[in-house]
Each structure stands twice: as structure tokens, then as C-alpha cells.
């Protein structure tokens, strides 16, 4: 297996498990009180993870680039929760995966041939 896909796969394990945290917490760990603020909330958290995800997994550098700069919104959002007595374990969970996500996308940036780095489909 190559590495870049290697490294594609791992940033699609990380991100994944970014949505599957934020479904569990917002869906089962603090519901809003309607099912459709529940589902409104929830897709305006991941909405930034959704849109980058398809280009990040094509190829050229663009959309490992745009997962860098997603990730910051959802490690900030991460040490917010952190700083917070009631979801600390969520917080932390959440800097992890953001953390892990931006630094794989980060090394599949440094690994790209120079040819490929100014090519994006």
C-alpha cells in the first residue's frame, strides 16, 4: 500500500471518529430539548467536517490543507469543552482526534511529490 494512502486513511479514521464524538455527545450525552434543534445543532457542528472530507481524500494538496485549517475550529471547540466541569472527557477526546487528524494531514502534505503539490482535481 502506498503511504499517501495510508496516511488518506488514517485522516478518514481520525475525522470519523471527530463525527462519531460529536453524534454520541450531542445526540445521547446532552440532547437539546427537541429532536429537530438536536438535528439542526448537529449538523452545523459537522457541516466544516463534511464539506473538506471529500477533497481530502482526492488527490493534490488542497484538501489535506483545508482539513489543517478545519481542525483548528474543532481543537479550539475541544479545549472549550475541556476547560468546562461537565464534558471534560469529551473535551479531551475532542483535541485528540482534532490534534491527530490535522497532524496526519499535515504529514500527507509533507510527503507529496513536488508534481503533485500544485495539482488539484
Not at 488542497?62 to 464534558?87: I, K
Not at 482526534?97 to 490535522?102: D, S, T
Request: proline share 5%.
Amino acid at each position: 500500500m502506498n503511504l499517501q494512502v495510508a496516511l488518506r486513511m488514517t485522516l478518514l479514521l481520525w475525522v470519523g471518529s471527530l463525527f462519531a464524538l460529536l453524534g454520541m455527545q450531542r445526540f445521547f450525552i446532552e440532547p437539546l430539548p427537541t429532536m429537530l434543534a438536536t438535528i439542526a445543532v448537529f449538523i452545523a457542528q459537522v457541516a466544516p467536517l463534511l464539506i473538506v472530507l471529500p477533497g481530502a481524500l482526492r488527490t493534490g494538496a488542497r484538501g489535506p490543507l483545508w482539513v489543517c485549517l478545519v481542525m483548528l475550529l474543532y481543537f479550539v471547540h475541544g479545549v472549550w469543552q475541556w476547560t468546562s466541569s461537565g464534558a471534560r472527557l469529551i473535551g479531551i477526546l475532542e483535541v485528540i482526534f482534532a490534534v491527530g487528524a490535522f497532524v496526519t494531514a499535515w504529514v500527507l502534505l509533507k510527503v507529496m511529490p513536488k508534481e503533485e503539490l500544485g495539482k488539484d482535481v
